[in-house]
């Protein structure tokens, strides 16, 4: 983590603070935000520029796509220490219980967010339909 760390102060922040340069005040936030989006990526190569009615949602999308592959992760890694508890424990029940235990909450959390993001999407769509 220090690594990580060490690695984002000292070669990515200066990097995205001298990249930053003097450009004239947009309108909106929305301009505001593609400015700096395609000034930042458009030194990379990449063009950000996000539009219209897209805007809200491409950035939504994007933002929910992120939280659930972290979401991901961290499940898969509870999975992981709690295969790797449940296998080392030497048959020491006290030490199961902890790693079975850690398997049915995990696999509760992932339910709960898989089940909230449909609701999500169900009422999205429910929505868009309705207001046309």
């Known amino acids: 983590m220090k690594k990580i760390f060490t690695f984002f102060s000292l070669v990515l922040l200066p990097r995205l603070v ?21 000034q930042a990526g458009g030194s990379l190569g990449y063009n950000l520029a996000l539009t219209g009615e897209a805007f809200i949602n491409t950035v939504t999308g994007k933002i929910i796509a992120i ?6 992760i961290i499940f898969f890694v509870m999975i992981f220490m709690s295969g790797y508890q449940w296998l080392m424990s030497g048959g020491n029940p006290e030490t199961i219980k ?5 398997l ?13 993001y449909l609701i999500t999407i169900f009422i999205y769509n429910k929505l868009k339909l309705a207001i046309g």
């Not at 990249?19 to 505001?32: D, N």
């Not at 902890?98 to 850690?102: E, F």
């Open 67 to 72: 939280a659930l592959g972290f979401i991901g």
């Open 104 to 116: 049915i909450n995990s696999s509760l959390g992932l339910a709960i967010v898989l089940v909230a």
């Open 18 to 38: 001298l990249a930053t340069g003097e450009a004239p005040a947009p309108a909106s936030l929305k301009e505001t935000f593609n400015s700096q989006l395609n």
């Open 98 to 102: 902890k790693a079975r235990q850690r």
